[in-house]
């Protein structure tokens, strides 16, 4: 079954105590009366480890669009004639809990009966139903099993060969076929790839899908209108995640993250050192022909910083003036590699599993376990100032400054942005394709550095109180806010006793000079960044659900096993309006926050539009539809074990 056996670790999670794992909520559904005889099993073996270890409230699960194999226990295969004939029975149950073994067929349609021995195989279709499966030898009703259809989010790397290639296949045809062409070959539930990052980006530089818990119902609704999507390209495929912290390679070494499967050219590469000289950051193979939607009809309203295109008129934030009409990335930032840069891993992921409440596990799961990823894994270049020209000027530099300067490149795309928004950075309106990006660039309004470099007449004639200035005029605001992204340079800061920042790993304010130099200098205006790397455009790069998808685990896990509440107190700067039931719009504030805002486009669920028509479901309402112990919810994830982090 290919790479199904190669990670071992991942595969034998241990079971849960079943008191932490039975904390979900007292309306989950639980199994209908059943003998609990016959064995269900498929390629993947019998129940996914998350059902065994007692945090789903099934005792057994099936999957949709794949083989089943059920059998008589050994016990009874043994005592039996292999010759003898039974015949099977197969009935799609109502949506109740409480659904009787009686056959009657007011509740229970039977799908399909057929004679076989004491092992057979059957396709059940139906997820998020329960099925009764009956097995009688004559006129006697021998065995009666209950069983719900579940889809089966896996790790990646547990996948067989043939799921991995459907999956990325799907995944393939999802982010290069367009809306008309999806609708007609496979039906009203595609979606392409340009509605879902056209969502993501929003209509502001403040997204309701960012910065507070409406992360989670956010993006758990849009991953499951894509899996419903890549489900209509291919019924067997689920919404599968890469567990990002658990670096264990194929023979159960751990490697870096760039050495990562994910990035090999079976999977979302190739993507290698060869490529980081280069300026064209396209990706190659399997991904070389995923497009970046182009629409100038979109007004780019600059004035409110609408995020929907750049400069080009392409599907991306405002600042990111990158032309490339298909996906690029690079493993660099500014010329220096990231390949090095540690990505979050158990510390921050048992860090978020510490947290006792909605609003402080989203705050540690967005800015200390998600937001680093976007920088290192798209990348930017062509900026302002190249770092790999900076350390060659001065090669002491390397080994004394790479902390520092790791600090400052994990945190510019959104200094950038806090630029961007604070109309400090602006773009041309307006760039043809075949205009180059060097004439085309994004750039400070203020003037600011060049001012003070003229003033002092020239940069030999800067010191480092002048540096100082500069940098502090860029970065003093988002640092003393706590604005999310940059929490790598405030950890790398440290204030003097004359209320001073210097970078701690440099020892001093004055040893910070050339760092505050490089760094205004790099923040005078952004070079071009990897879709992924613009973090509301980063759903233009298929990494992102596989990504995405493993926080919706985390999610489900501290929801079972930790019975974390999914409502969370309104903060004290969003205001909600009890007449008009939505959030007031601030500086401060954005309408989709607060846990009873409605989010757009957030109509359906599951299949269940919002009524009346027109509406939109609310955090909470989401919250509710999408709780993972819910028979309706389509999905379970493979496990909790979390035993590379134990």
Known sequence: AGSVGATAMLRNSPVATSGAALAASSEAATSPESSGALEFTNEYGGQPMSVQSGYYPWERIVEPYRETTMAFPESEE????????????????????????TGDDAVETLEKEWTDGSNTTYMFESAGSWYN????????????????????????????????????????????????????????????????????????????????????????????????????????????????????????????????????????????????????????????????????????????????????????????????????????????????????????????????????????????????????????????????????????????????????????????????????????????????????????SDETVSQQVQAKGGEENMGVDDWYELFMADVQGPLEEGKAGVHRLAEALTVDSKGRYYFTELGSYEASEGVYEVSTKLLERPGQIGQFASPLGSGNDPIFWAIHANFEKNWQYMRLAKGLPSDYEDASDCLYNETTGATINTAACIAGWNYRDPLTPMDDIFGVKRLPLGTYYTNKEISELMRPDRQEAPYIYDEFGYVHCQ
């Open 78 to 101: 043994a005592a039996g004639n292999s010759l003898d004939a039974y015949t099977w029975k197969v009935y799609l149950s109502a949506k109740s809990t409480d659904v009787s073994n």
């Open 133 to 444: 499966v009956r097995v009688l030898k004559g006129e006697s009703l021998l065995h009666t099993e209950m069983v719900i259809c579940k889809y089966v989010r896996r790790e990646l790397r547990l996948l067989t060969d043939k799921d991995r290639e459907a999956y990325l296949s799907a995944m393939h045809t999802y982010y290069t076929v367009g809306w008309a062409e999806g609708k007609a070959l496979y039906g009203d539930e595609f979606t392409p790839a340009t509605w879902m990052t056209r969502w993501h980006l929003g209509t502001s530089y403040d997204s309701p899908y960012h910065g507070r818990p409406s992360f989670f119902t956010a993006h758990a609704y849009l991953g499951s209108i894509i899996e419903r999507s890549l489900q209509s390209i291919d019924s067997s495929v689920a919404l599968h995640y890469w567990d990002f912290t658990n670096l264990e390679g194929p023979t159960g070494q751990t490697v870096e993250w760039s050495e990562s499967f994910m990035f090999e050219t079976d999977w979302f590469g190739p993507h290698t050192a060869e490529h980081s000289p280069d300026t064209n950051k396209l990706v190659k193979g399997r991904w070389h022909d995923v497009p970046v939607m182009r629409n100038c009809s979109t007004d780019t309203g600059h004035g409110d910083y609408d995020v929907s295109r750049n400069s080009y008129c392409l599907l991306t934030e405002y600042g990111n003036n990158n032309p490339s009409q298909y996906l690029t990335r690079s493993f660099s930032l500014c010329g220096m590699s990231t390949k090095h840069m540690k990505i979050p891993g158990c510390t921050e992921l048992m860090g978020s599993f510490n947290q006792t409440n909605m609003t402080d596990f989203h705050h540690y799961s967005e800015y200390y376990l998600h937001v680093d990823l976007h920088s290192i894994f798209g990348g930017a270049w062509e900026c302002n100032r190249d770092l790999k020209e900076w350390f060659e000027e001065k090669p002491s530099r390397l080994g004394q400054y790479n902390e520092t300067i790791d600090s400052v490149l994990m945190s510019i795309i959104i200094l950038w942005e806090e630029k961007y928004a604070a109309g400090t950075i602006t773009c041309p309106d307006y760039c043809g394709l075949e205009v180059p990006f060097s004439e085309c660039m994004c750039s400070s």
